[in-house]
């Protein structure tokens, strides 16, 4: 199985992406590719823009990386209650090209915060309309203040309840 994962962050020391990359890891005989949004440049979408460019080359690459998959694996940040703008502009570019973004794709959803929220906003927004851009959601979950509960040092949770949990998310891919 091809896990396509990202952090939907462009942060260097996201620590979505830290997440996505360890849930990932987590089920045996998988291959994962990490993806980077910074490595899909695109500009600020608006129609104009469009009518301009086309198709943003960055989108195109995006959706190229996403159907390669056999599932997904995402975390969401959190800024001020709503996705990241960098995250938001490449889907609205990707979903102008494929409504389906996610292409019927089997997903899991994640997000995490420094915070007691665990960037719940934005996972209850991502998970509500997941059906609306083509993934399968199969789990998704907030885990909050993640220094907390994750050693960056080791790559692992230190809350075991938490590791389950992420756990018992990753293998509803295999159901």
């Not at 949004?37 to 460019?53: A, R, W």
Request: without cysteine; charged residues 15%; negative net charge.
């Amino acid at each position: 199985m091809l896990i396509v994962a990202f952090g939907a962050s462009t942060s260097s020391t996201s620590i979505n992406r830290t997440l996505a990359n360890y849930a990932a890891h987590l089920l045996p005989d998988s291959q994962v590719k990490l993806l980077d949004l910074n490595d899909y440049s695109v500009p600020i979408f608006s129609e104009d823009m469009e009518k301009q460019i086309g198709q943003a080359e960055g989108a195109k690459a995006f959706l190229a990386d996403i159907a390669q998959a056999d599932a997904l694996v995402i975390s969401f940040a959190e800024h001020n209650g709503a996705y990241t703008a960098a995250y938001k502009n490449l889907f609205d570019w990707a979903s102008r090209i494929e409504r389906e973004v996610f292409q019927n794709k089997p997903a899991v959803y994640f997000a995490t915060s420094p915070g007691p929220g665990g960037a719940g906003n934005v996972l209850a927004a991502a998970s509500g309309s997941a059906g609306y851009f083509g993934a399968q959601l199969k789990a998704s979950l907030s885990i909050p203040s993640f220094y907390d509960n994750f050693d960056m040092v080791s790559g692992q949770f230190t809350a075991v309840e938490i590791a389950a949990s992420v756990q018992r998310a990753m293998n509803s891919l295999l159901d």
